[in-house]
């Protein structure tokens, strides 16, 4: 079956820098989307951004439109989130998906990586 795996957190400053990357492994891996998701203990797993596999369409949460980038190396299988500018409310854990179709929602996915944690520092 397909297994994803995060990496790329870590803790920064408010204003700093991160790429998160999930790498897709497994026999029958052929999504139709991919997406980043992110949770806190004090929240829901709450979308993130989106991308087509196909066609490259991307989607963000209004609130990280203009400093969070998605996008993926169909060839590796792997999917990549360049977060810039990040600040203390981006601190979550955060989770790459698979699934079939393109939505914000994350019952609409069908895997699901460990999550890799990011912390942003005021």
């Known amino acids: 079956q397909v297994e994803l795996a995060e990496s790329g957190g870590g803790l920064v400053q408010a204003g700093g820098s991160l790429r998160l990357s999930c790498a897709a492994s497994?026999?029958?891996?052929?999504?139709?989307?991919m997406a980043w998701f992110r949770q806190t203990p004090r929240t829901d797993r709450e979308f993130v951004a989106v991308?087509?596999?196909?066609?490259?369409?991307?989607d963000y949460e209004d609130s990280v439109k203009g400093r969070f980038t998605i996008s993926l190396d169909n060839a590796k299988n792997t999917l990549f989130l360049q977060m810039t500018n990040l600040q203390p409310d981006d601190t979550a854990l955060y989770y790459c998906?698979?699934?079939?179709?393109?939505?914000?929602?994350?019952?609409?996915?069908?895997?699901w990586g460990q999550g890799t944690q990011v912390t942003v520092s005021a």
């Open positions: 998906a698979a699934g079939r179709i393109y939505n914000n929602d994350p019952m609409g996915y069908d895997y």
């Open positions: 991308i087509n596999w196909y066609s490259g369409r991307s």
């Open positions: 497994g026999r029958s891996f052929s999504p139709y989307a």
